[in-house]
T-cell receptor, first 115, second 113 residues
Framework: DAGVIQSPRHEVTEMGQEVTLRCKPISGHDYLFWYRQTMMRGLELLIYFNNNVPIDDSGMPEDRFSAKMPNASFSTLKIQPSEPRDSAVYFC?????????????FGSGTQLSVL | KQEVTQIPAALSVPEGENLVLNCSFT??????LQWFRQDPGKGLTSLLL?????REQTSGRLNASLDKSSGRSTLYIAASQPGDSATYLC????????????FGKGTRLSVIA
């Protein structure tokens, strides 16, 4: 398996533009997580899905952020409109099992810069 | 609310030295604890997972211990090598149902040849 695949690897955009980040989890994994990493705050959980259903989105900073998982092999995280404070590395991760305590596999991340 | 702290934030050691990275958590009611490695510009790789009923886990030169009652875990790296240079993060799952990992901010390790 190729692991968790994220695209794009880097995204540079201007304030106010829409940004869409993409993730393909490991085949067979039933949990998918979106994390954001900054120097100041470390890794923060934004939202996670189980069997394509959003379970907890309490970490989503505000209404400008939205995430979808239309099927088991694809998820998107959208920011509209984007702001400079959204600049961070966004990670997608997936895991398998009946609970979320299983080993977590991370993608390589998307480095987002909002100018 | 569970909080995970890793001290020091950065550590530099000469090659060959044995070293210990520390992780502490505020709520001892955890389900498990994981140690991850993150290389610059890359995602996280899970190194070791310790269930709450276990005291330690070993993989090669790595040994992770867990003391739930004191809210502490250590990652021991034997005979460090320059290739061990990375950021090491610990994360816990709280024992309150299906909840995701809570991460520390990591310790940035540099092993000098």
């Amino acid at each position: 398996d190729a692991g968790v695949i994220q695209s794009p690897r880097h995204e540079v955009t201007e304030m106010g533009q829409e940004v869409t980040l993409r993730c393909k989890p490991i085949s067979g994994h039933d949990y998918l997580f979106w994390y954001r990493q900054t120097m100041m705050r470390g890794l923060e959980l934004l939202i996670y899905f189980n069997n394509n259903v959003p379970i907890d989105d309490s970490g989503m900073p505000e209404d400008r952020f939205s995430a979808k998982m239309p099927n088991a092999s694809f998820s998107t995280l959208k920011i509209q409109p984007s702001e400079p404070r959204d600049s961070a590395v966004y990670f997608c991760a997936s895991s398998s099992g009946t609970t979320v305590e299983g080993k977590l596999f991370f993608g390589s991340g998307t480095q987002l810069s909002v100018l | 609310k569970q909080e995970v702290t890793q001290i020091p934030a950065a550590l530099s050691v000469p090659e060959g030295e044995n070293l210990v990275l520390n992780c502490s958590f505020t709520d001892s009611a955890i389900y498990n604890l994981q140690w991850f490695r993150q290389d610059p510009g890359k995602g996280l790789t899970s190194l070791l997972l310790i269930q709450s009923s276990q005291r330690e886990q070993t993989s090669g030169r790595l040994n992770a211990s867990l003391d739930k009652s004191s809210g502490r875990s250590t990652l021991y790296i034997a005979a460090s090598q320059p290739g061990d240079s990375a950021t090491y993060l610990c994360a816990v799952v709280v024992n309150s149902g299906n909840t995701p990992l809570v991460f520390g901010k990591g310790t940035r390790l540099s092993v000098i040849a």
